[in-house]
């Protein structure tokens, strides 16, 4: 069974550019999920889609935006970007159970 | 608010000791707990969960006992190995929410 896959592994941009992030789920799996892994922040929940809607959203600012597709594939979009979006972005999916996760995107921001 | 509270790292121990990573939670109602593992370049992997109180989560000769009365969920593993250096997330997640609230992770280092 194929794992979450992510895409692009790495991305480097510049301040003020727009940044997309590409997520397939587990097949089977209805929800995905994206977090925020910053040096020194943590893991930090960013968005939940389900069936195609956003479910739930972290205390991130608004430039930080998704979408779900019916394939259940997913997208994060950051806008106007900044330093301190430098990260590790890891997608997970579930149906039910527990989340799995992808190996992330690492976007660095200069 | 819900949160997880983990030791601090790294923790460095000998190939075959005893291991033991504490977390602590708080939580507004009963939660699933789980541990994530992250190995070097990758994204987290499950390792094991406990969704009730006194439920026994084990995989790969990990243990946590999920305790209600001391609201913790520590891991230990009875004889590490060095493929066992990784960082460990202890995590909640309240299904009301679906979302997963994170520890601040352990990083653990095994010297053969």
């Known amino acids: 069974e194929a794992g979450v896959t992510q895409s692009p592994t790495h991305l480097i941009k510049t301040r003020g550019q727009q940044a997309t992030l590409r997520c397939s789920p587990i097949?089977?799996?209805?929800?995905v999920y994206w977090y925020q892994q910053a040096l020194g922040l943590g893991l930090q929940f960013l968005l939940w889609?389900?069936?195609?809607?956003?479910?739930n959203r972290g205390n991130f600012p608004p430039r930080f935006s998704g979408r779900q597709f019916p394939n259940y594939s997913s997208e994060l979009n950051v806008n106007a970007l900044e330093l301190e979006d430098s990260a590790l972005y890891l997608c997970?999916?579930?149906?039910?159970?527990?989340?799995?996760f992808g190996d992330g995107t690492r976007l660095s921001i200069l | 608010g819900n949160s997880v509270t983990q030791m601090e790292g790294p923790v460095t121990l000998s190939e075959e000791a005893f291991l033991t990573i504490n977390c602590t939670y708080t939580?507004?109602?009963?939660?699933?707990l789980f541990w994530y593992v992250q190995y070097p370049g990758e994204g987290l992997q499950l390792l094991l969960k406990?969704?009730?109180?006194?439920d026994k989560g084990s995989n790969k000769g990990f243990e946590a006992t999920y305790r209600k009365e001391t609201t913790s969920f520590h891991l230990e593993k009875g004889s590490v190995q060095v493929s066992d250096s990784a960082v460990y997330f202890c995590?909640?997640?309240?299904?009301?929410?679906?979302?997963?609230?994170f520890g601040s992770g352990t990083r653990l280092l095994v010297r053969p």
């Open positions: 406990a969704t009730k109180a006194d």
């Open positions: 995590a909640l997640r309240m299904d009301s929410s679906y979302k997963l609230i």
């Open positions: 939580a507004t109602g009963y939660p699933s």
């Open positions: 997970a999916s579930s149906l039910v159970g527990p989340q799995h």
């Open positions: 097949s089977g799996h209805t929800s």
């Open positions: 889609y389900d069936e195609g809607e956003e479910r």
